[in-house]
């Protein structure tokens, strides 16, 4: 051991110097405080370090080198106090280590890398010291931290030895606490020596890392201290210790000095732990008063002083680029959750008072900010940038506090947050509605919003509005305006598969939601065409698929078919409205929808006025007929699709039901007034009239809000009264509007009657002697007020009294009935005794059938819907008599002036084999041959829809077959592969292109198995079609078929990984 000590090098030695100094000793005597223990092992250490350096010759060399640091030094290290002595040593030694890693590094000269083994790692520098090393180090730091800085630090200014730990409790009672300005002087000395210390890289690192706050605190009270030359918590024994070197003050070049080296290691740290140790020196400590062992002690606030330098740090922190980033950090991960993340990052994104916290700091000016729009100016686009930080975890706590960042700013200044936030973030969407010439500065197919752009701005505004969820009057007003591209953008993805679908969505239900209901009827009058405001979209733009499943948005090719532009725009029109009612299918819980309904029922009545009187309509709206025109389409495609889609449940509240009926009343009265009166308005009205009937006569519960709700009803009813041309109807109109007029309390027989009639009740049976202008309601409807069935008879009666035979032929001779609505019923009620297999209908197959394949030939959709869904049904039941009869039908082709009539049979024959196919199900193999066979001849029929209708068919087949269609993949795939590329109706080709995913949809993971001789021939089909092909349509549907594959093969190729516990028992 001592050859090894005499060879030890000067790094070594000088850390071994310091491992003298800061070793424990034993106490000496049982009955020595902890205080007194403390101070002779410090005497002690110093007095065996000294012996050391003068009588030790193999430290000669570290006593040389410390008397050249002492004589560099502008401080004595020697004085009367012990524990002071103990600091300096301890300086001298760390600016020993220092001194002697810099000789070290400046001798070193790197070998060169062996070419032969470049994978080995390069030579360490002399500098580096290994982590026995550094724990000396650090522990030699923590004693001059301890004794050197902590005892003059006024009260208030960081963190209090007592709170530290047990060790620096006992230090808190040996040092005294010295006055200014011999306390100021001793801790500007260790401070600035420890700054120097840090200077090399080596040290640096441990000295920032866990002293950095104690660092800025001395910093802080030598730099900002008001009282830095005040008498502050002298000892008596302290006074005693008076010198006249170390009373004096600092002077203006050492406060400068000070100054500097703060600005220094402010700006070298990494600025979130800065931010982190600043808010934690302005909050400091607060004044608690705590009773421990009979004991009361009380901590202090921070000086008023530092709580205000640290907040002008802080905003100069926030004002450099990036700070806001660095504010969020340093307040994010100073509560746990670090860059890495893990368990802490999710715990710090779910303290939604933190990030509150952090919101109100960002949405506040500060005061050294010259204006508060200047702030903004600088801070607003930083804040967008949090929500599009790439690490998810690092996101997750981001995006919610730049989210209430966003929010608490909306609300403060709404104004500036306009322009610096909210049209920044829908710069995009206002884009795409920008009216500009594109022609003259734009190519044709030119990027006007790139795709990465537009996805930013949907994600950002579904975080701001949909995940933050705090509607302000300035933010929806604000979204109000980009509401038509959001809505444009929605219907474009609707149609194929986009990422960008789902946001879209949400955010237009949300502003529906959270708007005013005037605003929101406005909007989804403006979407659906019915309103003016400004253009959905740039006419001249258009949206086209990403290559990263997003959406762009460019400059569209002039078309110089009319036909095709018109074409265009009616299909277009059309997915809008059916856009429109697959989001309003999500508001079925609140009134919106069934309000929405009725304000285009309002509409309707309100066009069928105009139709007479269009240029007086058109002074006032200032329309022209065309668009008039337009609008009165707009408003019944409307209508219908929103009857198709919910049926009654349209409206879900009796006060919907009554808006319904005015509606109802309006028209017909418009129609008096003009003397045009047809049958669908009359049985319209009977229907209307019926239901307030019902109503009256206690289908629902009426309050007296309701009854107010009726009284518009009156002045109508009274009109229908006087000029209905029908003696029954003008008789219940008027003790209609007595009854209303009465709330209940006065009702007539006919009233009671027509409820009765309208509610099904079969033991009171209708009286009235216009049967076909009532509406009976079935029992089963009978809890919606809004629920009915049209026909001469009541629809439960003819299903339930038709065990006999004698009804059956009578519901049977009514299916023939030259009233639409009652033969409609009739077929309903035919199709539900077949489906509840009715002894009478299993009997009279033939005659059943008959029925159905009559009324399909019917031009009502009223009439042959009722029929397709009766064939369907008996289909199902009775598969092996029926389906053979409907493929002979099928197939039928007639020749001559029949032909025309013919093919519009087929097509609805060719529904009813397709509700059959899905009805059928897995027993579908069973009947593959003849259905195959039926399916692949109507390939090749001469009629272009025949075709289209028999692939539609093929490819619900080749869907529900599985296995079964592996003998006739080859016939399937080669038909396919004909008409793709000899067919020239696109119609055609789109059905073909279709087939193919139905086949791979219905397959799935059973693909390789069943289609492994064909798929390739498959994949290549597509590739040409989807390279070769000249209509959008089956390019689209091409790429579905290819992104259905790409998903089967992804599932392949890497299944879901399933965690499962299996339990063994062995024998």
Not at 54 to 66: F, G, H, M, V
Not at 984 to 1012: P, Y
Request: with cysteine.
């Amino acid at each position: 051991m001592r050859r090894v000590n005499n060879m030890a090098s000067p790094l070594e030695r000088t850390l071994e110097a310091l491992r003298e100094l800061t070793q424990p000793r034993e106490a000496r005597m049982a009955q020595t405080s902890q205080e007194d223990v403390l101070l002779q092992t410090l005497c002690h250490n110093l007095s065996v370090l000294d012996q050391k350096l003068q009588q030790d010759s193999n430290w000669a060399t570290l006593q040389q080198l410390r008397e050249r640091v002492i004589s560099q030094l502008t401080w004595s290290v020697r004085s009367d106090d012990a524990v002071w002595n103990f600091v300096t040593e301890v300086l001298v030694q760390l600016l020993c280590l220092k001194q002697t890693m810099i000789e070290l590094l400046e001798q070193f000269v790197p070998p060169k890398r062996n070419p032969k083994s470049p994978e080995c790692a390069p030579a360490l520098p002399p500098d580096t010291l290994s982590i026995s090393q550094q724990k000396t180090v650090q522990t030699a730091l923590q004693f001059v931290i301890t004794l050197g800085i902590c005892p003059y630090l006024l009260p208030g200014v960081g963190t209090p030895l007592r709170c530290r730990s047990d060790f620096a409790a006992t230090v808190e009672k040996l040092v005294c606490y010295l006055a200014s300005p011999r306390g100021m002087w001793r801790l500007h000395i260790v401070t600035m020596a420890l700054l120097d210390i840090a200077n090399h890289p080596s040290l640096e690192n441990l000295i920032l890392t866990r002293h950095l706050g104690d660092l800025l605190a001395s910093l802080c009270q030598l730099v900002y201290s008001p009282n830095k030359y005040q008498q502050n918590l002298m000892s008596e024994e302290a006074s005693r210790q008076e010198d006249s070197e170390k009373q004096k003050g600092l002077t203006d070049a050492e406060q400068q000095s000070c100054q500097q080296a703060l600005q220094k290691l402010l700006d070298r740290v990494y600025q979130p732990i800065v931010v982190k140790e600043l808010l934690i020196l302005q909050g400091g400590i607060k004044q608690v008063v705590s009773v421990c062992v009979g004991k009361t002690r009380t901590f202090s606030q921070t000086p008023a002083w530092l709580r205000h330098r640290c907040g002008q740090l802080l905003s100069e922190r926030l004002m450099k680029p990036n700070g806001v980033q660095v504010v969020v950090r340093g307040i994010v991960e100073g509560a746990g959750a670090g860059i890495a993340g893990g368990q802490s990052a999710e715990a710090a994104a779910a303290d939604w008072r933190k990030c509150d916290i952090v919101a109100r700091i960002l949405a506040s000016c500060p005061q050294q900010c010259l204006s508060v729009e200047e702030y903004y100016r600088q801070v607003c686009p930083q804040v967008l940038e949090l929500f599009h930080i790439k690490d998810k975890l690092t996101a997750r706590q981001f995006q919610r506090v730049a989210t209430m960042t966003f929010l608490s700013m909306v609300k403060e200044q709404p104004e500036l947050t306009d322009k610096y936030l909210l049209k920044p973030l829908l710069a995009p969407l206002i884009c795409c509605l920008d009216i500009k010439d594109v022609e003259g500065c734009s190519q044709m197919g030119a990027v006007i919003v790139e795709e990465s752009e537009l996805t930013c701005c949907v994600d950002d505004i579904y975080k701001v509005c949909v995940v933050g969820n705090d509607p302000s009057s300035k933010l929806l007003a604000s979204l109000e305006a980009v509401i038509p591209a959001i809505f444009s953008l929605y219907c474009f993805t609707a149609r194929g598969v986009s990422h960008l679908r789902s946001g879209c969505q949400d955010i237009i239900l949300w502003f529906l939601q959270k708007s005013e209901p005037p605003v929101a009827m406005l909007v989804l009058k403006q979407l659906a065409g019915l309103a003016q405001s400004s253009p959905v979209k740039n006419p001249l733009y258009h949206f086209t698929a990403g290559s990263e499943g997003g959406v762009k948005l460019t400059v569209k090719e002039t078309v110089s078919d009319e036909d095709e532009t018109l074409y265009e725009k009616v299909s277009s029109e059309q997915w809008r409205i059916e856009c429109l009612a697959q989001l309003l299918s999500n508001l079925q819980e609140s009134n919106l929808t069934g309000d929405f309904f009725i304000e285009c029922l309002k509409g309707l009545t309100c066009l069928a006025g105009e139709m007479d009187d269009r240029l007086a309509t058109s002074r006032t709206n200032g329309l022209p007929e065309w668009e008039q025109q337009e609008q009165q389409l707009v408003t019944l495609q409307l209508i219908a699709v929103l009857c198709e889609r919910f049926g009654h449940l349209v409206l879900n509240n009796t006060v919907h039901v009554i808006e319904f009926v005015i509606a109802t009343l309006d028209r017909c009265c418009m129609n008096l007034t003009h003397r045009t009166e047809e049958t669908v308005e009359a049985q319209t009205l009977s229907m209307g009239m019926g239901l307030i009937a019902a109503m009256l006569g206690g289908a629902v519960q009426l309050t007296s809000t309701d009854f107010d709700a009726m009284k518009p009803m009156l002045p109508r009813l009274e009109q229908i009264a006087v000029l209905h041309p029908d003696p029954v109807i003008q008789e219940l109109a008027s003790d209609l509007r007595i009854t209303v007029a009465t709330h209940g309390a006065f009702s007539t027989e006919t009233v009671a009657t027509a409820a009765q009639s309208t509610m099904g009740n079969p033991n009171k049976p209708t009286k009235s002697s216009h049967p076909k202008k009532t509406c009976p309601v079935t029992e089963s409807q009978r809890q919606s007020p809004i629920s009915y069935s049209v026909g001469g008879m009541e629809h439960r009666n003819m299903a339930t009294s038709g065990n006999s035979p004698r009804n059956f032929h009578q519901i049977l001779q009514i299916a023939f009935d030259p009233e639409v609505p009652t033969r409609a019923a009739a077929l309903r009620t035919i199709s539900h005794m077949v489906q509840q297999r009715s002894p009478d209908a299993l009997s009279n197959q033939e005659k059943v059938l008959s029925v159905f394949l009559e009324n399909l030939k019917h031009e009502d959709s009223f009439v042959y819907l009722s029929a397709i869904q009766g064939l369907s049904v008996l289909a199902d039941v009775y598969p092996s008599q029926i389906l053979p009869r409907l493929l002979d039908e099928y197939q039928v082709s007639p020749e001559g002036p029949e032909k025309t009539r013919c093919i519009e049979t087929r097509m609805k024959m060719g529904e009813v084999l397709m509700r059959s196919t899905k009805a059928l199900g897995e027993i579908a193999s069973h009947y593959r041959d003849p259905l195959i066979r039926v399916f692949l001849r109507g390939t090749k029929d001469s009629d272009s829809t025949v075709r289209a209708s028999s692939l539609s068919n093929l490819g619900e087949l080749c869907q529900c077959l599985h296995f079964a269609i592996g003998s006739v993949i080859h016939e399937v795939t080669e038909c396919l592969t004909a008409i793709v590329k000899t067919e020239r109706e696109s119609e055609v080709r789109r059905a073909a292109v279709h087939v193919i995913t139905l086949l791979l949809r219905g397959l799935s993971e059973k693909t390789f198995q069943i289609l492994d001789e064909v798929l390739q021939d498959l994949y290549r089909l597509l590739k040409y079609v989807n390279q070769t092909d000249e209509d959008e349509v089956v390019v689209l549907h091409a790429q579905i078929a290819l992104e259905e594959l790409d998903h089967i093969v992804r599932r392949f190729l890497f299944p879901e990984e399933k965690l499962q516990k299996k339990i063994v028992i062995l024998p």
